[in-house]
């Protein structure tokens, strides 16, 4: 894992987070999604930084390349 991206059952119920915070990658995500800047996220949550959320967005993709997809057949 990313020395920036940790995981502890003791923090956020073992979720991936930005390392010595309790923001998770998830809601980095979501953030985005919705259409947060990065720059929004670190105004907005200043222990966060942009290396930080390149290093969420980097475990996310490392995540998914990893993952097994599933075809999806409509019935």
Do not use: C, W
């Amino acid at each position: 894992m990313n020395a920036l991206i940790e995981s502890s059952p003791k923090v956020m119920l073992g979720k991936p987070v930005v390392a010595g915070t309790r923001i998770t990658v998830e809601f980095i995500l979501e953030e985005l999604a919705a259409g947060k800047t990065m720059q929004g996220l670190v105004d907005s949550h200043p222990r966060l930084s942009l290396s930080a959320i390149r290093a969420a967005l980097s475990y996310s993709a490392a995540v998914l390349r990893n993952d097994v997809v599933h075809e999806v057949v409509a019935a």
